[in-house]
Structures are given as structure tokens and as C-alpha cells.
């Protein structure tokens, strides 16, 4: 199964659920890559790519997902991540990890600045912080802003809400 899933283009290392550290790259604003190993931000949704055209502030658009990808990008520039295995995986088999960088929570920073939402369905391990953010309304919090849950939004749409 591992040699299958390798030429798939999975890393083993995420199939065999090992710690990763590297320099990671963007997928989405809640998924990475490093050294070929996809992973999914455990706790963590981000406004999808095609919810950019959704989110509003006061009528005009916000850009939720253009926001948090950028958000990411400046986490992934503090220098390597390293991610720890939660056993669990979105539906195409990405593995959810929790990813630091330099020591902080990639997810908690996210949702802490108002980039994403903790990911209710699967756990409230962030919840604290994204309460955090709609208190200071900063962000996708910010008094004006209108743009569906990201889970929600996939249901809406017949897509898996543990996917990409």
C-alpha cells in the first residue's frame, strides 16, 4: 500500500504518520507541503479558494481566502515548520498534523489573527482562540464582514467537509 500510495505522490513519511520538519510550502491556506509530504492543518478550516468571491465586508469583497493564504505565507517565511502526527486524514489521505514554527501553533496563529475558524466538526482545541478573535473583531471577525463556514460551505456544495 505504501509503494502504491508513493506513486500516487504521497510522501511515506506521511502515510507512516512520522514527525515531519522542513521548509513548507502552500497548498491552501490550511494545507502544506514539505518535502513532499502533504498535510492538513489539524483543528483548523480556512475559506476555501472559491470562497473568495463569497466573503464580503460591507457589500464589497474581502478576499477571506487570498487573507489567510497570505497569513500562512508569512508563518512559513519565520522558518522550517515541524509537525507532529494526530493519526487522523482528510478524505484523500493527507495526514492531519499540528505544525509550529519557531515554537508557535501554525493553526492557533491563524485563528488567533482572524485568518481561519478552529474546525468545530473535528475538535475545539482552538476554540479559546478563535473567541479570542471575535472578541477584538479582528480579521474574518471585523464588524461587516459576511462569509459562510468554511465546512459548511463545502456541504453546501456536495464536497466532503474533512477535505481540501
Same mark, same amino acid.
Given at each position: 500500500?505504501?509503494?502504491?500510495?508513493?506513486?500516487?505522490?504521497?510522501?511515506?513519511?506521511?502515510?507512516?504518520?512520522?514527525?515531519?520538519?522542513?521548509?513548507?510550502?502552500?497548498?491552501?491556506?490550511?494545507?502544506?507541503?514539505?518535502?513532499?509530504?502533504?498535510?492538513?492543518?489539524?483543528?483548523?478550516?480556512?475559506?476555501?479558494?472559491?470562497?473568495?468571491?463569497?466573503?464580503?465586508?460591507?457589500?464589497?469583497?474581502?478576499?477571506? &481566502? %487570498?487573507?489567510?493564504?497570505?497569513?500562512? /505565507?508569512? =508563518?512559513?517565511?519565520?522558518?522550517?515548520? +515541524?509537525?507532529?502526527?494526530? #493519526?487522523?486524514?482528510?478524505?484523500?489521505?493527507?495526514?492531519?498534523?499540528?505544525?509550529?514554527?519557531?515554537?508557535?501553533?501554525?493553526?492557533?496563529?491563524?485563528?488567533?489573527?482572524?485568518?481561519? &475558524? %478552529?474546525?468545530?466538526?473535528?475538535?475545539? /482545541?482552538? =476554540?479559546?482562540?478563535?473567541?479570542?478573535? +471575535?472578541?477584538?473583531?479582528? #480579521?474574518?471577525?471585523?464588524?461587516?464582514?459576511?462569509?459562510?463556514?468554511?465546512?459548511?460551505?463545502?456541504?453546501?456544495?456536495?464536497?466532503?467537509?474533512?477535505?481540501?
Amino acid at each position: 500500500m505504501i509503494v502504491a500510495l508513493a506513486l500516487l505522490g504521497f510522501s511515506t513519511a506521511a502515510v507512516a504518520q512520522d514527525p515531519v520538519v522542513g521548509v513548507a510550502e502552500p497548498l491552501q491556506a490550511d494545507q502544506i507541503k514539505i518535502d513532499g509530504a502533504r498535510i492538513s492543518l489539524y483543528g483548523i478550516d480556512a475559506p476555501d479558494t472559491d470562497m473568495d468571491r463569497f466573503c464580503t465586508a460591507d457589500g464589497d469583497l474581502f478576499g477571506c &481566502y %487570498a487573507n489567510a493564504g497570505r497569513g500562512l /505565507v508569512i =508563518l512559513i517565511d519565520e522558518g522550517p515548520f +515541524e509537525c507532529t502526527p494526530t #493519526g487522523e486524514f482528510n478524505y484523500l489521505a493527507f495526514p492531519y498534523m499540528i505544525c509550529t514554527v519557531n515554537g508557535v501553533d501554525v493553526a492557533e496563529s491563524l485563528i488567533r489573527s482572524g485568518l481561519a &475558524y %478552529a474546525f468545530l466538526p473535528q475538535t475545539d /482545541v482552538y =476554540l479559546e482562540a478563535q473567541n479570542a478573535a +471575535e472578541a477584538e473583531q479582528i #480579521g474574518i471577525w471585523q464588524p461587516g464582514i459576511t462569509v459562510q463556514l468554511p465546512w459548511e460551505h463545502r456541504e453546501e456544495y456536495n464536497r466532503p467537509i474533512f477535505g481540501p
